[in-house]
């Protein structure tokens, strides 16, 4: 079940640093999981715990108030000695909508960091998301 470069790399990655909890057939995984980039069919993210290539994965992320759910398989897992490196393959029929949502979510928090770099002001997630939405989805309902 490995996927060639061209299959990797076929979709735009969004870099994001978002807490993920994350959990097996065997349960929750334990310790500050954290995702690393994004696309239309999968993510990377970092934690403590290795999983298995080809194990099933359960994937949360927490946005405000707003969980997103997602499930998958576990590509690859590199040890990169004080944590493990992994990649996860969506699958379920959720998926299309949830990514909708999570590339939503990455443009606000690169909306946020991009506040932050050139007007010095630092919003929280709720904060940027309002303005954000204000000027980028204005028939937004609030």
């Known amino acids: 079940m490995i996927m060639n470069i061209e299959e990797m790399r076929r979709f735009t990655r969004y870099t994001v ?25 999968g993510l990377s ?42 990649g996860v393959k969506f699958s379920g029929e ?8 999570i590339e939503q979510l990455c443009l606000i928090e690169q909306y946020r960091q991009q506040v932050k770099e050139t007007e010095g002001r630092d919003l929280n997630s709720k904060e940027a998301c309002k303005e954000w939405i204000k000027k980028f989805a204005p028939d937004s309902p609030d």
């Not at 500050?32 to 696309?39: C, F, G, L, P």
């Not at 959720?94 to 949502?101: E, I, V």
């Open 45 to 86: 993210f970092t934690s403590k715990t290795s999983i298995t290539p080809g194990s099933n994965i359960r994937l949360q992320i927490a946005f405000s108030s707003l969980p997103i759910e997602l499930t998958g398989t576990v590509m690859w897992c590199h040890d990169m000695d004080n944590y493990n490196e992994m």
């Open 94 to 101: 959720k998926t299309t909508y949830s990514m909708l949502m």
């Open 17 to 41: 640093d978002m807490p993920i909890k994350c959990g097996t057939e065997d349960g929750p995984i334990e310790g500050d999981s954290r995702m690393q980039n994004v696309s239309k069919t």
